[in-house]
């Protein structure tokens, strides 16, 4: 890689953390009309506004109780840590929800983004909050997330180093994200890149979600 990696930026919801929601039932119960959730909420009238946000928030709330940590990422960010990576946490869920897992889960992070920032993907604005107050370089920095959103915001951004954690490969063929099984698949691959054992360039697209 031809700068040193200094910066992880994570997804929460499937990726540091596994959690039950039904994207698709809870965006037909909205009526988003194929907009995203939180501008689609955001670009209401009252009284509507509030009583989708509140609707929505009840959805978050059920799942984050039941939500559960992805296996492996414990270690995983503590082996980040050992590295010197600054790890940040953006998510478009609720500071409340964002604080109540890291609590739960007793995990740390030196930045944590949640939708109250203002800041939502798939706009890389969040992003770019996260290189500006952890002073890196989009170059120095590699996002890990589990959807398209993660992926168009790193673009947005110009960060090219994107990890998604999800079993679907194809899904994500046409995309210039590195695909991955799961958190050891992923850790892998990060020791591979800091202990120099292997050379990946550009146009590496391994497939790794049979990687155990």
């Known amino acids: 890689m031809p ?5 992880a930026i994570f997804d929460m919801d499937g990726t540091v953390v596994d959690a039950p929601y039904d994207w698709t ?5 909205l009526n988003t009309q194929g907009k995203p959730i939180l501008s689609y909420i955001q670009g209401l009238a009252e009284p509507e506004k509030t009583q989708k946000w509140k609707q929505l928030e009840n959805y ?3 799942a ?3 939500a559960v940590l992805k296996d492996g990422m414990s270690e995983f960010l503590a082996f ?3 590295l010197g990576l600054k790890i940040a946490m953006v998510t478009n869920n609720s500071r409340t929800n964002v604080l109540y897992l890291l609590d739960k ?3 740390a992070f030196d930045l944590v983004l949640s939708r109250e ?3 939502w993907k798939p706009s890389g604005a969040p992003f770019n909050a996260v290189l500006k107050q952890l002073k890196l370089k989009k170059e120095e920095c590699c996002v890990i997330g589990d959807t398209f959103f993660d992926i168009e915001a790193a673009k947005d951004v110009g960060i090219d180093k994107i990890f998604i954690l999800n079993r679907d490969h194809e899904k994500f063929a046409s995309t210039p994200a590195k695909v991955f099984a799961d958190v050891e698949a992923l850790q ?3 020791v591979l890149i800091f202990s120099k054992l292997k050379e990946f360039d550009g146009k590496d697209k391994k497939d790794y979600s049979e990687e155990k």
């Open 25 to 29: 039932n809870i965006k037909e119960e």
């Open 105 to 107: 889960f007793d995990l």
């Open 60 to 62: 978050e709330k059920e």
């Open 117 to 119: 920032s203002g800041l």
């Open 3 to 7: 700068k040193k990696l200094r910066g």
């Open 80 to 82: 980040l840590k050992t």
């Open 64 to 66: 984050t109780k039941k």
């Open 188 to 190: 892998l691959y990060m």
